[in-house]
Structures are given as C-alpha cells and as structure tokens.
C-alpha cells in the first residue's frame, strides 16, 4: 500500500517536473521574456541587499547634508545627489524595496477575497448570491482604480500602509471577474458534476475542483498586475499621498526631481526610468507566463 | 512666426501702445491663485494683494507698524470703554462707477463683512454700522478693543448700490439674496487704484488704471521716466521653470510669491534687465505641543530648540536673506531677539536639557512626530534636518506630510496635534504684532494652528497680552510687544528655524516699491510701483 | 435592440447609484474638517460651527446623503469649498478643457497607432515590427506622468520645440468661449494663429496620453492583420493581383476595426484617469487637474462629483461602444437578436 503510494507520488513529481520543465522550455523560447525575468531578479536581489551593495545605505532614513545638494552624476554620485544632499543611486535601490513591497502586499490583500468572491458568484451563478457579488464588483469597476484610489488615500493619513490599503481595496474586484468567467463555464463540465453527484462539500467543490484551473489566469495577471500596481503606487506617490519622508519612494523623487528640471535634470530622470525598468520587466514576464499557459485574456 | 504671434497677442487684447510707441506699459504679476475676489470672503494673502489695487481699506498700514487715514480721515473712541467707534470719512472719493463714497457705503460694507462672516471677519468680533451722517460711521463693538482700527487695514468698503443691484436669489441671506458674491467675484465694486476688467477664477485677473483714484497719480518723488502703470495683469502660474522662461524672456514684469530655487534666484541676480527686492519675510514657526509626550516637558522642548542645526538648513540660502527670526519679523518695529543666541546648534546643551527631561531613562521608547504641509520642500527640509539632528541624541522623529487639509484638521485639539508641526506665518492680518503675539499665544485668539503650542497657563503673559488690546497709545503698546517676546520665549513652545523673504523679483524697469512695509498688500499695491518706458524700449524694444 | 440598452441602461444606473453611495462614504466618514477649509486662516470656532451646520456636517450619514441626493436631482451639487463656486460651474468651466486634450489624444493614437499596426502586421517580423514592438512594450511599461516628464525636458526645456504650460501663452487673450475647445473657439472667432498655438500647446500633453493607446491600438492592429493575412480569401486576392493598399484598407483594416473600436471605451475611462497626473504636470486648466486638486483639498461636494462625472462618462462611453459593436459585427447583432 505505501509503496503503491510512494510510486504513485514518484510519478506525479515526475510529471510536474516534466510539465515544468515543457514550461521553462517554452518561456525561453521568448528572449525578451527571459531578459524581463534577468532584470526582475536583479532588481529583486539588489532591493533585497539594498543596505550592503548601495553605497551609501544611511542616506536612505535621516540624513541630510544640504552642502552636497544638487550634485550632478560623478563617480561618487552615479546618480547625482538630490536637494537634501542625498545619493540619488542610492535610494532608487532603496526605492524599488519599497515599490516591491507594495506590489506584493497589494496583491496578497487582494487577490485572495477577489478569488473566493469570483468562485462563489460563478459557481451559483443566476442566483441572487452572485447578483450581489457582480453587482458590488461593478460599482468598483466604474472608475478607473487611479480615481478611487486618489480619493481613498486623499482622505487617510498618506503613509504607505494606507496607500496599500487602498489599492488592496480597489483590487479584489479584478480577480473576482476574472474567476467569475472562468468558474461560470466550469460549473456544469463533468468533473464538478461528477463531484457534486459524490456527494462532495460545497467547499471541495470551489477549492479542489474549479479552483486549481484558474490558477494560471490569475498567476498571469499576477504578474501582469505587479507593473500596473507598482505604477499605481507610483502615481499615488506622485502627487504625496504614499510613503513618508524620509522613505525613498520612485514616484515621490519623480515628483520632487522634477520641480528642478532642466538644471538638475539627474535626481528625477533616473528614478523616472527606474519605474519604467520595474514594470516592464514585470509585463516581460507576465507575457511569457501567457504564452506558456496559453491563457487567451486576462 | 513668435513676432508675429507676440503682436497678434498685443493687437487682441486691446492695449493703446505706450508713449514710446513700441513697448507697452503693462504690468504682468504673477500671484498665485488668487480664489476669491470679494473683499467679504477674501482671505488668504494672494488674496489680499488683489484687494489693495481693486479696493481700498478704510485706513492705510503705516511703516511704524500702526495705520494712517485712508478712506477715513479721523477716528475717535465715543466714551471710555473702547467698544463704540466713530470714524469720519474722506470726501469725494469716486468709485470705480464714478459713484462718491458715503457712510452708506461703509456701514452696508461693514454688516455685509459680518454678516457673512467669513474671510477676515473673524478678528473684528461683532460689529454693528451706524450711519451718523454722510461722511459719519459709528461701529459698535461686542467687546472693547484698542487695536480696532488698526483691524480695518483689512476692511475694504465695496458700493452699497452697485453690489444690492447684482445680488442673485434665492441666496442664504433671505431677501439680500447672495450677498452679491457670486458676482463680486469677477467683477469690483470699488474705490482702488485699478478696476478689474475681467476675471477668469483661477487663472487670470486683468486690471486697468483708475485715472479718479482720490489719493491721485502724482509723480513726486518718482523720477523723470517713471510712470503710472496703465493696466495689470495678474496670472496665475505656480511651475517656476515657466516663470523663470517668461521672466528672461521679458513677459512677466513682477513675480510676488518668490518661490524660487536656489540657481533661479542667481540666475535672477547675474541677470542685469531683473531685479529682487524684499519688503516682508514669513516666519517660519515650528510649532511644540506642550500637551502631549514628550514635548510636553519643557526640558525636551528646549533640548530641541539647542539641538536644531540652524547653520546647516541655511546653506546657501543665506545669502538671499534667509536668516535669524523671533516670535515677530526681525523688520518689524519692536523685534527683540530670542534664543538661543548666537543662533546655532548646540549639541552639548541638548544633552543637558534633555538630561534635565522627564524623558532621560528612556529615551529609547520616545517618539517625536514632525508634520509638515505635504508638498513644501523647504519645510520638508527642515523636518529632515530636525530627524538628523535629533538621532545624534538617539532621540527617533518621525517626519510626515499630509496634504493641508488633513495636516490643518489636525490642529484643532491638543490632543490630536503632532509633537511638531511647521507653519509659515506671513503678515498677513493687521496689526501684525497683533497677529504675532495676540492671536498665537493667548487662549481667546485664534486657536487652530496659529497656536498649535497649546500653551496658555503664564499668568503674566495673558494679563499683559490682554494689556497689548485694552492700550490706546501705540507707543506704550510697542512696549508691552517688546516686554512679552522674552517672557513667551522661555517657555520653548516654537523654534524658529529661519525668516524667509518674500523675494520680489521684476523687471528693472518696474520701479518699486516707494514704500516697503512689513505686510502683505501694500507693498503689491501697484499705485505703489511705476514703470520706465524709455528703459524697457532700451531693455527689451 | 431597444430592450438591450434599457437594460444596459438600467444596469449602468445602479452602478452610478452605487457608486454615489461608495464615494459619499468615502468623502463622508474620515476626520477632517472640510467647514475650516471652506472658511479660510482667520476664521473663528463660532464661524466653523456655523459653516459646519450649512454644510449638515452634523447630520448622519443618511441624512446628508439626502441632501445630497434630492440636490443631485434638481442639478445642484452643492459648492466647492476650493473655489467657493457651484461645483457645476466648475464643472462646466473645466471638463471641456479635459475633452479636447482627451479627444486629441485618442485622433492621435488611433491615427498612428492604426498605421503603426498594419506596417508592423503587413511587415510582419521585420525590423519594424521589432522596433514597433519594442516601442509598444515601453509605452505600455511608462506611467504617462514620467511620459510627460520626459517630453517636457526633451521637448520643451532641452529643445525648445513646444510649450509646456496651459492652454495658451499668458499674453494671448483666449477667444471667446464657445464650444471650451480653445482651437474650436479660436477658429469660430477667426483668429488663425491663435489656434495654431493652441494645437501647439495640446501637443505634448495629449501625446504624452496617447502614448500607451498607440502601443496597445499598434499591437491590436497587428495581431488582427496577421491574423488575416493567413486566411484564404486574402491569397486568393493577391493571387488576382489586387492592389496592395486595396488589399490593406478593403479587407485587412476593416476586421481590425472591432477589437479597435472595443478598446476605445477602455481606453477613454484610462485616458481620464492618466490625465489626472498628466494635466498637474502640465498644469492644464482642466477636469482632471480639478478632480486632483479638490481631492487633496478635501473639497467634499466636488470631489463627490468628480468622480460621478468620471463613472457617468465611462458608463456612457461602454454602452455606446457597445451598440457601436452590435452593428459593426454581424454575427454578435443576429446572436443578440436571437438573444
């Protein structure tokens, strides 16, 4: 019996690994899938190590040094330095801890609620549960996120946590849709009839059954979702309503960098092309995912 | 093609050339968004640099810190108790209609300002018009106050029959409608130098010369080429890379926000068709809350105040006059410097204070919060330089930068009021010692953030600010100002990091101001200013 | 078809409700204190109390959102505690302002993005379908708000090539409002010039919103020709011998035409929402740059408005996008009608 067990696990680790490595094979296919993926990992690393590979990790909290203001790029200041004297290399390194961070928590708050709300309305689909759910998810969807977002954050004390706290609010509904689709047209195949037909749980059925296909969908827009949240965060940042200073924020030392353009054109253009690295890295890789799930629209 | 377009702009907006047939007398200011053009509802600074050329005050900010006849000739307290005023009017001044000024007027301006009760209202309490006769008003106080008239520099008379013939109903004021005030916004019912021609809210304002203004366009003391300007246009533009492309270029004439960086201002001063003058500096005030941990103990305040870096936020903005300030602006009649002298840091006295603090076990556990109005760099800057400063004590603050909304809410209690929380306090409300004193450190002045300190319990110091209120003399009152810095000044409620001048920048050939008073308005009163076309022909025809 | 759109219409009422109830909440619950904000610095307690009862902020939730509601109906959204003006006046002075750089934005992402997309499809795999590529994936990866930055710096303050500020030199008088489409308005008063400048001046804001639409629109485009270009009927038409740009804009363009016209209701709610960062960079008197501007100045009645306006719009833009698609695509109108 175990060792019927063993093999039979044996096998199925095979099978994953073999499903895997077909998927890498079909990711690398795509160069620029690969090069998005290179870039992330770097970006990921050199976040993650931000206080032993930057040069100066102290000019990312209290500091400041108004005498070094406004250097422009040497090889002391890759960069340059901003108005407060700081090391601009610096704390766009420091910067993309913060946008990861973001990202990552935005979606782990949102992702969640959306999944189990878009599983329930499309496995009852035509009853009154999903008439509420869809209905609540409209709402949300009738503005763009940026709009809610704004307002939310304009209200709250602008700090990161609530920036996050917003978007993670204005987040769930996209997943929500996303399962719904997927989940609706599962509901009456074979294998979840078979199931409902054994007597299953309701929650088996959501869980086990229809919520292991949807697993690529949502992976993908994951992924694809990181850029447009980071960008999100950014773009709330932009205008003050994200992390406080001293945090080293992209969008927070787009907007400060580009009240001294053209003369200091360096303490805004480098933090601006470092959210533009991040996100398309992020989409790079979201689109190799695509190809490789061979998902049609998220 | 830019010539071409330049003259079609000059053609369209209808301007006779000036005398030199070439250049054109105009003057192009940039304020910032200027909200309201009503003088019952208008308030913050931009707006009352409007109100001096469209309107005038009833009586006129002097240098020496007090008021002059201006629309009123002579005033007078009717019996001993100060609550009951008599103010007699200046005859024949003309409205912009060409209507003469009565008591009429006055009276209906003076219940119209309370009525509505906005604006800058607020100071003169409640106050009841009298017409005595054609030229007579009595106003008649709820409380007694010595400093009433000096109030009225932010009092501007607006033309009883003019605005009673605009009101729009149905309004919250029954029968009066709206008061009038949604048109008063783009249009002016006044005595001032200039009349508003037009007002697009927000973006534009443009002005034009009152040849009948009573107080006359004569050009003594002016020189030979300096004359009136004809017609104003004030805009509204807050990207300062713009304003510095326009001011080189020669089509913006005056710049009165001074928000400029540090490489703009030198490019200003190396520049020699531009000027910088500085008439009045704002006070940068950082706020203690002496009612919650742990600047609640006078000893951690005071280490603050010694261990704040007052050299290095300066760098080089010293130059352009960023320098030492008190509890008033240090070009101010009556300035009596305040510690800690001479003014720089000292680490070392920090630590005593701070040893001296209930705080000293642990200074581990304690938090200081800095807020600052989400948007302004330099007081940013200072929140940042505090940060530094204070972690070489081991001492952790905790800047933020709410938008002001949020950031102003905040005062409204002790309670809910950050540690430290910065402000920039213009002269802007009259009398500025007044303002200065009076309305930030006494329990019945203004409250909110003008006192976010929160401390009033000094005996001393509210008998004598009661005194500043209850004296008539002027000079005697200069003497309490001067007696009461010192003693409000020890107990550590604000540091004052620096003064920041309000730099004016222009064009040589705008002349002014003839007369520079510590005060916001006057000093951007354009009947104040002139223009030499002959060296703008030479500068930029 | 008539039941299709009162459903939608039904539908899109519920939604705009709802949202009205969602941001009312949000404008309503959190501290602040909007009345000291309507009231200016020197304003007393007594005055903020009085401000606070004409403003029902001590009223409950319900109770204001009564007010609100029965004022909605008789058109009055109340006043802007900003600008100190009926939130509709505002409304009326900015959003066409918005519309123009919008609807300038979107002729200029179709435009380019359409050619973009059947050179990059008809071309398929050459060195501009690599460059277009690459151009599609910046554009969709740049936030428009850096787009704008950049194209300030290069553009306006490195060479000098367009205006970055407004809608109109400041010594230009603006003509006479007519439509609130400065290039309309300057043409309907004849002053040629005068719209030159204004196009000039709509240039670089409105290709800073454009950019990710071209990108997108490019690669829609592309994929639907490629598509086609492998179908029988298209080599049986090269095999005749038909024209090349006959081929493209007869039977290959058309197709494109679907997906292209679904995206652009999309695309419009998003231009919206990327002109809100656009015009504060821009400084660009209009709708979105209010919408930012009283939001952070917790100006409630307009901020409320603001973002009905934007769920009116969107709502409106995909319903008629919709019907557009039911008559342009035969299969979906006879499924509909069978439906």
């Not at chain 1, 998005?36 to 190590?49: C, E, P, Q, R």
């Not at chain 1, 009456?188 to 059954?209: D, P, Y």
């Not at chain 1, 969008?251 to 303490?267: F, I, N, Y």
């Not at chain 2, 309490?125 to 009225?152: C, R």
Request: aromatic fraction near 12%.
């Amino acid at each position: 019996m175990w060792q019927e067990r063993k093999a039979d696990l044996v096998a199925t680790m095979k099978l994953r690994r073999q499903s895997l490595a077909k998927g890498w094979y079909k990711y690398s296919r795509n160069p620029l899938s690969v090069l998005g993926l290179i870039v992330l990992v770097l970006i990921g690393t050199s976040a993650g190590l931000a206080p032993y590979i930057t040069p100066y990790p102290a000019h990312a909290g209290a500091f400041t040094n108004f005498r070094e203001a406004g250097q422009p790029p040497s090889w002391k200041h890759l960069f340059g330095t901003d108005r407060i004297g700081r090391d601009v290399f610096t704390r766009v390194i420091f910067g993309y801890r913060f946008s990861l961070l973001l990202g990552v928590v935005v979606l782990s708050l949102g992702v969640a609620p959306g999944v189990v709300l878009g599983l329930i309305a499309g496995y009852r689909r035509g009853t009154w549960v999903e008439i509420v759910i869809m209905r609540i998810t409209d709402v949300f969807l009738a503005v763009p996120p940026l709009v809610l977002a704004l307002a939310i954050t304009a209200m709250l004390t602008p700090n990161l946590l609530n920036a996050m706290f917003a978007i993670a609010l204005l987040w769930w509904p996209w997943y929500c849709r996303l399962v719904f689709a997927v989940a609706s047209s599962l509901r009456n195949q074979f294998f979840v009839r078979e199931a409902e037909l054994c007597g299953a749980s309701r929650a088996h059925i959501l869980f086990r059954e229809i919520l292991p296909n949807c697993v690529a969908p949502i992976l993908t827009k994951m992924t694809l979702d990181m850029g447009i949240v980071i960008l999100l965060g950014a773009s709330l940042s932009f205008v003050g309503l994200g992390a406080q200073p001293p945090t080293p924020c992209l969008g927070t030392m787009v907007a400060d960098g580009a009240k001294r353009l053209p003369g200091e054109w360096w303490s805004t253009i480098f933090p601006a092309l470092a959210i533009v690295l991040v996100i398309l890295a992020f989409n790079l890789v979201g689109d190799g995912l695509r190809d490789v799930f061979a998902v049609e629209e998220v | 093609m830019k010539a071409r377009l330049l003259s079609v702009a000059v053609m369209l907006t209808g301007v006779t050339l000036g005398l030199m047939g070439a250049v054109e007398n105009v003057a192009v200011i940039n304020g910032f968004p200027v909200i309201t053009a009503d003088p019952a509802t208008a308030s913050d600074w931009y707006d009352t640099e409007v109100m001096y050329n469209l309107y005038s005050p009833l009586v006129y900010p002097s240098p020496d810190g007090g008021v002059r006849p201006h629309l009123a000739v002579s005033w007078e307290a009717v019996g001993g108790d100060l609550t009951h005023w008599r103010f007699n009017l200046r005859q024949g001044v003309k409205f912009h209609s060409g209507n003469t000024l009565t008591a009429e007027d006055v009276a209906f301006s003076m219940t119209r300002f309370i009525t509505m009760g906005r604006g800058n209202s607020g100071p003169l309490g409640q106050v009841t018009a009298v017409v005595v006769d054609t030229y007579t008003v009595d106003f008649v106080l709820d409380k007694p106050s010595a400093i009433f008239p000096e109030t009225l520099a932010l009092f501007f008379p607006v033309e009883k029959n003019l605005v009673l013939a605009n009101i729009k109903k149905p309004g919250p004021y029954g029968d009066l409608g709206d008061y009038g005030e949604e048109w008063l916004g783009t249009h002016d019912a006044g005595t001032g130098p200039y009349m508003m021609t037009s007002h697009i809210p927000g973006q534009r304002l443009d002005a034009t010369r009152f040849l009948d203004y009573f107080e006359g366009w004569s050009n003594e003391g002016w020189g030979p080429d300096e004359v009136p300007i004809e017609r104003l246009v004030f805009i509204m533009e807050t990207d300062y890379t713009t304003l510095m492309t326009l001011l080189r270029a020669g089509m913006l004439d005056l710049e009165i926000n001074g928000g400029w960086t540090l490489p703009q201002l030198r490019e200003i001063q190396e520049d020699n068709r531009l000027r910088l003058s500085f008439c009045w500096a704002q006070n940068v005030t950082v706020w203690m809350n002496s009612k919650v941990p742990p600047t609640d103990d006078e000893h951690f305040r005071k280490a603050i105040l010694y261990a704040f870096d007052y050299e290095s936020i300066l760098g080089p903005w010293a130059e352009f006059g960023n320098g030492e300030t008190g509890i008033i602006l240090p070009n101010m009649p009556g300035y009596v410097p305040i510690e800690p002298q001479p003014r720089k840091q000292d680490l070392e006295r920090a630590r005593q204070e701070l040893a001296l603090s209930k705080y000293a076990a642990n200074l581990r556990d304690v938090k200081v919060t800095f807020h600052f109005c989400g948007g302004l760099d330099f007081e940013e800057e200072v929140g940042l330089q505090l940060q530094a400063d204070m972690a070489q004590l081991g001492v952790r603050v905790e800047v933020a930068g709410p938008p002001w909304p949020q950031y102003s809410a905040s005062c409204s209690a002790p309670e809910t009021t950050p540690n430290l929380t910065i402000f920039l306090f213009a002269p802007q409300a009259f009398p500025p010692h007044d303002y200065y004193l009076y309305s930030m450190f006494s329990a019945s002045g203004l409250g909110w953030i003008f006192s976010a300190h929160w401390y009033f319990e000094d005996p001393e110091i509210a008998h004598l600010l009661d005194e500043t209120r209850a004296e008539p003399d002027p000079g005697r009152r200069m003497d309490i100002y001067r007696q009461l810095q010192p003693l409000i000044a020890a107990h550590s409620l604000a540091f004052y990091p620096y003064q920041k001048p309000t730099l004016f920048a222009h064009q040589a050939y705008i002349v002014g101001p003839k007369e520079s008073i510590a005060f916001v308005g006057p000093s951007e009163n354009m009947h104040n200013w002139r223009i030499n076309l002959k060296l703008k022909q030479e500068l930029r025809g | 078809m008539a039941k299709f759109i009162g459903q939608r219409l039904a539908q899109s009422l519920f939604v705009l409700f709802g949202l009205s109830l969602l941001i009312f909440f949000i404008a309503r619950v959190v501290p602040g204190d909007p009345a000291r904000a309507a009231l200016g610095f020197l304003a007393t307690q007594d005055q903020v109390e009085k401000m606070r009862a004409e403003m029902h902020l001590d009223k409950p939730f319900v109770v204001q959102y009564y007010y609100w509601f029965t004022g909605l109906l008789r058109g009055d959204l109340g006043k802007s505690s900003y600008t100190h003006r009926p939130v509709t006046t505002d409304l009326g002075q900015f959003i066409p302002a918005t519309l123009e750089l919008i609807l300038f934005a979107t002729l200029i992402s179709l435009t380019v993005g359409q050619v973009t997309g059947v050179l990059a499809g008809y071309f398929r795999n050459s060195w501009f379908d690599g460059l277009s590529r690459l151009i599609s994936y910046l554009g969709i990866a740049t936030p428009s708000f850096v787009v704008a930055i950049l194209l300030i710096f290069v553009f306006s303050q490195l060479l000098r090539l367009a205006p970055s500020v407004g809608r109109l030199p400041i010594m230009v008088a603006p003509p006479p409002t007519v439509t609130g489409f400065m290039v309309l308005d300057a043409l309907i008063a004849g002053r040629v010039e005068v719209a030159l400048v204004a196009l000039k001046h709509l240039l670089l804001p409105a290709v800073s919103l454009a950019l990710i639409h071209i990108a997108q629109e490019g690669r829609i485009t592309r994929t639907s020709i490629v598509e086609n270009l492998d179908k029988d009927y298209i080599t049986m038409h090269k095999v005749h011998g038909i024209r090349t740009s006959r081929l493209v804009f007869k039977y290959l363009l058309r197709p494109s035409i679907i997906p292209t016209v679904a995206v652009i209701g999309l695309d419009f709610a998003f231009l919206m929402s990327n002109a809100f960062l656009v015009e504060l960079v821009f400084m660009w008197p209009g709708f979105a740059r209010y919408a930012v501007t009283t939001m952070l100045n917790k100006d409630l009645n307009a901020m409320v408005a603001v973002v009905l306006v934007i769920g009116v719009t969107f709502a409106m833009v995909n319903l008629l996008v919709d019907i557009l698609i039911t008559f342009l695509d035969p299969t979906i109108r006879i499924q509909r009608r069978g439906g």
